[in-house]
């Protein structure tokens, strides 16, 4: 939260002692304007309670709407606070004319550097082709790995998706355009702009290394040009 440096979770508790066993959060990946056309469309149920969590994903599930579970309560909320900074970076990238060639390879640092940012936080199930068992006989369906849709999905579909707010509000940022100007001129506040600073603030407690994210926190916050912050980025990049 803005001004706090907290998850959802960690306010209610303190604000209302709310318990965080009754919290439940839902996260993509999944854009309202493809599940308005009823374009098939993914949605991720987490809390620690799988039972109560999949009782409320069963009412969400549609022919156009598939449904995730997964405990990772803290780690699904961090993940979701993180894409939408790195697709800021994407929508800068773009703004700056850099290529599809160049976009594939900072999404792939990005994930990983959100991995080491999640480990942190003991979060599981964050490398793709891990499961903890074999397919289900019956189903053949593996066990859940996040890293495939709850991360690393919605990484991708806020990094490269139109409908993306994140990365709209970062191209206009590569084009040149001031914070205060976008926010005047299209009445739009992505919410990866906020996340930046709180995820700095963050990681001064958490040491992780995430050079990218701290990169777009000073291009949005500490005046560094959009091209100056990328040739930084480029030297990161592996």
């Known amino acids: 939260m803005p001004g706090k440096e907290i ?3 960690y306010y209610l508790q303190q604000e209302f002692d709310f318990p965080l066993d009754n919290y439940f959060a ?13 374009k098939l469309s993914y949605l991720t149920f987490s809390g620690n309670d799988i039972v109560i969590a999949s009782e409320i994903a069963s009412h969400f599930t549609t022919p156009y709407i598939s449904t995730i579970v997964n405990h ?3 780690g699904v909320q961090y993940a979701a606070v993180l894409k939408n900074i ?5 929508g800068i990238a773009h703004g700056l004319d850099y290529g599809d060639n160049f ?20 979060v599981e199930h964050i490398t793709v082709g891990e499961h903890d068992s074999e397919e289900d006989p019956i189903t053949h369906r593996k066990t859940p790995n ?3 849709s709850v991360y690393l999905g919605d990484l991708l579909v806020t990094c490269y998706s139109l409908y993306s707010r994140n990365r709209s509000f970062g191209a206009l940022i590569g ?14 506040v992505a919410e990866g702009y906020n996340a930046t600073k709180c995820i700095y603030n963050i990681n001064k407690s958490v040491d992780a290394a995430i050079p990218i994210a ?7 916050w500490e005046n560094v040009k959009p091209q100056e912050g990328f040739k930084r980025i480029e030297q990161v990049l592996v």
Request: glycine share 8%; net charge negative.
């Open 7 to 9: 998850l959802l979770n």
């Open 214 to 220: 701290e990169t777009v926190y000073k291009i949005l």
């Open 86 to 90: 790195y697709a800021l970076g994407a």
């Open 175 to 188: 084009k040149g355009k001031s914070v205060e100007t976008i926010i005047k001129e299209t009445n739009m």
């Open 146 to 148: 996040y890293a495939a």
């Open 72 to 74: 990772d309560i803290l």
């Open 26 to 38: 839902v996260l993509g990946p999944c854009h309202a304007e493809e599940v308005a056309q009823e």
């Open 103 to 122: 976009l594939s390879v900072y999404i792939a640092n990005a994930a990983d550097e959100m991995a080491g940012f999640l480990k942190k936080f003991g």
